[in-house]
């Protein structure tokens, strides 16, 4: 069983930056990639990015590569997502999720993801 928790999300104006972190439980925390998704309401939840167990391979959607970035700490059991250059339209509910998958590539699918934080809310002001 994994728990994941994370932190960091609030009101930020557009062209500023937010860090969200993700706190993991467990001993294993370094056998999973982790991946960041976002879902708005009504809508399907969207990979954000996702980094490999090692941190060695990161991959980004395409509305958020040479903006976001993804990083990890497997001592702290923590991932996390730098947004930068933050737009109005990255507001949204974000999730990190784990892959406990032994699957050496950062894999985009949610169904793909065994386990799952609350979310964190980032709202960006125009």
């Known amino acids: 069983q994994v728990q994941l928790v994370e932190s960091g999300g609030g009101l930020v104006q557009a062209g500023g930056s937010l860090r969200l972190s993700c706190a993991a439980s467990?001993?294993?925390?370094?056998?999973?990639?982790m991946g960041w998704f976002r879902q708005a309401p009504g809508k399907e939840r969207e990979f954000v990015g996702g980094?490999?167990?090692?941190?060695?391979?990161?991959y980004y959607a395409d509305s958020v590569k040479g903006r976001f970035t993804i990083s990890r700490d497997n001592a702290k059991n923590s991932v996390y997502l730098q947004m930068n250059s933050l737009k109005p339209e990255d507001t949204t509910v974000y999730y990190c999720?784990?892959?406990?998958?032994?699957?050496?590539?950062?894999?985009?699918?949610?169904?793909?993801?065994?386990?799952w934080g609350q979310g964190t809310q980032v709202t960006v002001s125009s």
């Open positions: 999720a784990a892959d406990t998958s032994t699957y050496a590539r950062v894999r985009t699918l949610p169904g793909l993801y065994d386990y």
């Open positions: 467990g001993r294993t925390f370094n056998s999973y990639a």
């Open positions: 980094i490999s167990q090692n941190g060695g391979r990161t």
